[in-house]
Nanobody, 124 residues
Framework: QVQLVESGGGLVQSGGSLRLSCAAS????????MGWFRQAPGKEREFVAA????????YYADSVKGRFTISRDNAKNTVYLQMNSLKAEDTAVYYC?????????????????WGQGTQVTVSS
């Protein structure tokens, strides 16, 4: 079992930055890909970014490419999402997810464990 706890959300002005953190505990953190997803009110949960087990491969949704950076520190059991040039449309609850498998995916159904989410609000 894996427990995931997100932090770092908050209120920021358009054009600003935030860094989200996801602390993992339970099983060996480094054994699977990790992802960030988000869900805005009235919308489905959508993929934001994912990172491979080693951290050598990263993937992004087109909407955040060039603005967001995902990274992980396996020694600290933590994955990060650096968000720059934030826009009002980035407003959502952001969720961290862990996968027991091997392949990085943008499909939320592939992920086995989820955090409770952290709210990000970008004011225009």
């Amino acid at each position: 079992q894996v427990q995931l706890v997100e932090s770092g959300g908050g209120l920021v002005q358009s054009g600003g930055s935030l860094r989200l953190s996801c602390a993992a505990s339970g099983r060996t953190f480094s054994s699977g890909p990790m992802g960030w997803f988000r869900q805005a009110p009235g919308k489905e949960r959508e993929f934001v970014a994912a990172i491979s087990r080693s951290g050598s491969s990263t993937y992004y949704a087109d909407s955040v490419k060039g603005r967001f950076t995902i990274s992980r520190d396996n020694a600290k059991n933590t994955v990060y999402l650096q968000m720059n040039s934030l826009k009002a449309e980035d407003t959502a609850v952001y969720y961290c997810a862990a996968d027991r498998g091997y392949s990085v995916s943008s499909n939320p159904n592939q992920y086995d464990y989820w955090g409770q989410g952290t709210q990000v609000t970008v004011s225009s």
